[in-house]
């Protein structure tokens, strides 16, 4: 019995390759029926921290390349001396900040302009040893199944806990090296049975291409080191990610470590944090990680007001690190020792009432919804859907007919388009979602589709969505429906 507790127990991924084929009807409406918790807040405010701008992010990557500079700089002059241990201590761990950096610009959010955001995720994503194509598609499904178990590819502590290997991954010791593997087997084109149950099959050829380029970069770099006699040309590319790897270690865990699995309620399964500010730099504001699992659309800079506006819809945030490792700590012990089924629960506050109409909130994952009670189709399959004044210029509105979901868009003036209203990649309400530049970007995993062309844009979207035909009448819009 008290063999079994402490089994090895199983999060392979296997069994939820059967989430990854088409949903018939039933499975779309128990997805669109189960969705994760959600705060009740105005549109318009949630609208206004999902706002875009490079302004902000391009001071930040700015200050981050020039401490990458600087530190490296430094650290190359000391190289043979004491003063080493010091400097590539700073400079590793400013590198290994880019993890960070990979997770923001994976979402697509901290800038406006795509290329950037796209720059900045390759060259992150290569830092911090993420495959960039294998991370894209694993990081949607984190965020579809946050600690869901074999169904959660990112799963940082698995029960019973192991605390050697959270020991040893302060320096990336125990998940490092299978990361390596990983992206030598990927070069070689050969996925594993988990990878290929969340990576879409057209998407593997971009996969090994780019674990080849890794592979052949890190290859050049330590034939460097050979040829030189030194460690020195691998101490500033590669191995950084490994001896500067603490900070990313020691803010990681306060993410989920000793918390719920297997609940939809990410207010028991993820924390948010205080930090100095720092550390708040280097981790680009992850503490508010609650906040951002709960709205991935909102960037990285306005995360702050995000958490105050919903405080009191969540758990207290934590005021210190030190108040959750005194807290963490027991627990995961607890864990590996006596109670693997262990965890940390979190205190709720009470609910309270919304007074907000409900085409003024965010109402859970259906989104944004037109009042239209019940839509009735006039001559020509033509439905009215909703008043012009109802949708503002870049937004979107939802609503059902039917039993199928759409989705009206408005962009600038009175240029009006629609859709089917699910995202075509797990079924989401797109009428949560942010209208910008002319694209849809879904609320679950800020994947982008073209609204007037219905064309997938963005990962982790990549198949086209159904357009309608809409037509302004008077101060109503309809859309054509077709039998
Ligand atoms: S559900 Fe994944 S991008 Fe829409």
């Known amino acids: 019995m008290l063999l079994n507790k402490f ?33 009740d807040l ?47 201590f700073i400079y590793g761990t400013i590198y290994s900040s880019s993890d960070a950096r990979w997770h923001e610009c994976g979402h697509g959010t901290p800038f406006k302009t795509r290329w950037l955001n796209e720059f900045f995720y390759y060259l992150s994503s290569f830092m911090t040893l993420r495959e960039a194509h294998l991370w894209r598609w694993s990081h949607a499904r984190h965020h579809t199944d946050t600690i869901i178990v074999m169904q959660d590819p990112e799963i940082q502590v698995m029960r019973p806990t192991d605390l050697l290997k959270i020991l040893a991954d302060f320096f990336w010791l125990r998940s490092g090296p299978p990361e390596v593997w990983r992206i030598i087997q990927h070069a070689l084109g050969r996925p594993n049975a988990d990878v290929r149950s969340f990576v879409p099959e057209t998407e593997r050829p971009r996969m090994y291409w780019s674990s080849r380029i890794y592979v052949a970069i890190f290859v050049g770099f330590a034939l460097w080191s050979v040829a030189m006699g030194s460690f020195l040309p691998m101490m500033f590319i590669g191995l950084p990610r490994f001896y500067g790897g603490w900070l990313h270690q020691f803010l990681g865990l306060t993410q989920h470590a000793g918390l719920a699995e297997n609940t939809m309620d990410h207010r028991q399964n993820t924390r948010t944090v205080h930090v100095n500010p720092v550390f708040q730099y280097l981790y680009m504001n992850m503490n508010y990680h609650l906040e951002h699992h709960v709205i991935p659309m909102v960037p990285y800079h306005t995360l702050p007001k995000l958490h105050q506006a919903i405080v009191d819809q969540t758990p207290a945030p934590y005021t210190s690190l030190w108040q959750v490792y005194k807290e963490m700590i027991p627990a995961l012990y607890k864990q590996a020792t006596q109670d693997p089924d262990y965890h940390i629960e979190r205190p709720l506050p009470t609910p309270v009432e919304t007074t907000l109409p409900v085409q003024e909130r965010v109402n859970g ?8 009670e019940k839509p009735q189709a006039i001559a020509g399959n033509w439905v009215e859907v909703c008043a012009v004044d109802d949708l503002d210029e870049e937004e979107v509105i939802g609503f059902d007919y039917n039993s199928k979901k759409y989705a009206v868009y408005r962009l600038l003036g009175d240029n009006f388009y629609a859709s089917d209203g699910l995202c075509t990649h797990e079924k989401v309400a797109l009428a949560g979602g942010l209208v910008l530049d002319g694209c849809i970007e879904c609320p679950m995993h800020n994947g982008r589709f073209d609204v ?24 109503k819009v309809f859309i054509n429906i077709p039998d």
Do not use: C
């Open 42 to 88: 105005p549109r318009k405010e949630l609208k206004a921290m999902m706002k875009r701008s490079d302004g902000p992010a391009l001071f930040h990557f700015g200050l981050w390349i020039l401490l990458l500079i600087m530190s490296g700089y430094l650290a190359y002059l000391s190289w043979g001396t004491w003063w080493a241990v010091l400097t590539f």
């Open 7 to 39: 089994a090895k127990r199983d999060y392979s991924l296997t069994d939820a390759a059967q989430s990854a084929v088409a949903l018939d009807d039933e499975l779309i409406e128990e997805k669109v029926e189960g969705a994760w918790w959600s705060p």
């Open 452 to 475: 007037a062309t219905g064309k997938a844009v963005k990962p982790p979207v990549h198949e086209d969505l159904k357009t309608y035909s809409v037509e302004q009448r008077g101060d």
């Open 365 to 372: 994952q259906n989104g944004h919804q037109a009042l239209v």
